[in-house]
């Protein structure tokens, strides 16, 4: 099992960007999937952002040309760049993955809060 943390959460206004950083326990290079959800207050959790062990990304509608996914296999760190925020980006962002295509995912982090104001 690989552990997670996630960072980089905060109150922002509209229009504002933010960096989140997933920073695991142990490698990724062999990691498949990993991707951002995000869960917004009475929602259901939702994925809005994964990348490949290729490097190849894949974004929900809502935030596609907004959000930028990226990892960082020396550093055993996925990121989330998140540009021209929306109240509607409003939720705790989680981190997480799947050792194989189809594979179970992993254990929960505690999440990073993100808080745009209008």
């Known amino acids: 099992q690989v552990q997670l943390v996630e960072s980089g959460g905060g109150l922002v206004q509209a229009g504002g960007s933010l960096r989140l950083s997933c920073a695991a326990s142990?490698?990724?290079?062999?990691?498949?999937?990993m991707g951002w959800y995000r869960q917004a207050p009475g929602k259901q959790r939702e994925l809005v952002a994964a990348?490949?062990?290729?490097?190849?990304?894949n974004y929900a509608d809502s935030v596609k040309g907004r959000f930028t996914i990226s990892r960082d296999n020396a550093k055993n760190t996925v990121y989330l760049q998140m540009n021209s925020l929306k109240p509607e980006d409003t939720g705790v962002y989680y981190c997480?993955?799947?050792?194989?295509?189809?594979?179970?995912?992993?254990?929960w982090g505690q999440g990073t809060q993100v808080t745009v104001s209008s």
């Open positions: 142990g490698s990724i290079f062999s990691i498949a999937f």
């Open positions: 997480n993955y799947r050792w194989v295509a189809f594979s179970p995912l992993g254990s």
């Open positions: 990348i490949g062990s290729g490097g190849r990304p």
